[in-house]
Nanobody, 120 residues
Framework: VQLQASGGGLVQAGGSLKLSCKAS????????LGWYRQAPGKYRELVAK???????DYADSVEGRFTISRDDTKNTVYLQMRNLKPEDTDVYYC???????????????WGQGTLVTVSS
């Protein structure tokens, strides 16, 4: 299973970006999906996650500004980011819990990261 993230870039403070992450490969079902971010020398932190039944959870710092969604027909998770702030600058990673077959255990996969830079 591979996760391909895209959509990062440079944006001014107050602007918007939408990240996408598409899963491909041997996929029977995708459980939870999430977006994390990590700055150099810091731990990777959860930004947002969405369960198989569309329950969502957000970091306090992005609540009300970011929206996570999923399209299971495309095996894709999105992160709509609005009112971006310089402190949102980070490398963003997508994460997926995947069942490759009907009775296989769930395995966790990570995308390659996409850089978001917010200028003040």
């Amino acid at each position: 299973v591979q996760l391909q993230a895209s959509g990062g870039g440079l944006v001014q403070a107050g602007g918007s970006l939408k990240l996408s992450c598409k899963a491909s490969g041997s996929i029977f079902r995708i459980a939870a999906l999430g977006w994390y971010r990590q700055a150099p020398g810091k731990y990777r932190e959860l930004v947002a996650k969405i369960t198989h039944d569309d329950r969502t959870d957000y970091a306090d710092s992005v609540e009300g500004r970011f929206t996570i969604s999923r399209d299971d027909t495309k095996n894709t998770v999105y992160l709509q980011m609005r009112n971006l702030k310089p402190e949102d600058t980070d490398v963003y990673y997508c994460n997926a819990g995947v069942y490759s077959r009907a009775f296989s255990p769930m395995r966790e996969y990570w995308g390659q990261g996409t850089l978001v830079t917010v200028s003040s």
